[in-house]
């Protein structure tokens, strides 16, 4: 069985995204290489609103890793960011953490930028974020950045979950 990226979160997921009274949502998987964007409307999901771009937390970590050596002269490692992120203790200075967590809430606008330009606009979409990168983007999912109703599930295990609840579904079917 073959499911789409984000899809096993949803289903994981209790918050009556594939029940078909609710209208529409944009699901938002940020994973380590890409973001997979897809659109379900009224329970089902639209094969025309699926898309996937190469912006996935490696590619942010990265461009993150080159500023901050080019500003600062200093070599930043993607746990460094993630700790930063996650608001672990660092011991990096305050203005380069204010210069990661800006350059994540820039990258969180451009996503949700994104859903607008592929007909997903969540000022009239609910938004549902999956995916290891959910957490570090999150916070900046708001009313002032353009998102009206916000899901988010962090279990980075949501997705395989929710394909072993789809597959025992389907199975059951047969």
């Known amino acids: 069985m073959v499911f789409p990226q984000g899809i096993g979160a949803m289903a994981y997921t209790d918050c009556g995204i594939l029940k078909p009274n ?65 608001g672990r203790e660092s011991l990096l200075y305050d203005e380069i953490k204010d210069a990661i967590q800006d350059m994540y809430r820039r990258k969180a606008i451009s996503f949700i930028d994104k859903a607008r330009e592929f007909g997903m606009d969540p000022r009239i979409w609910r938004v549902f974020l999956t995916g290891g990168g959910a957490r570090f983007v999150k916070q900046y999912f708001t009313k002032d950045n353009g998102v009206q109703k916000l899901y988010v599930e962090e279990n980075i295990k949501a997705n395989v979950l929710g394909y072993v609840m789809l597959a025992e579904m389907k199975i059951k079917k047969m």
């Open 22 to 86: 609710v209208n529409k949502f944009v699901t938002m998987d940020i994973g380590a290489g890409t973001v997979e964007y897809l659109g379900i409307v009224q329970g089902k999901m639209d094969p025309k609103q699926c898309r996937s771009l190469p912006e996935g937390t490696m590619t942010i970590a990265n461009d993150i890793s080159q500023f901050i050596s080019n500003q600062f002269d200093l070599d930043v490692r993607e746990s460094d960011i993630n700790a930063v992120m996650m």
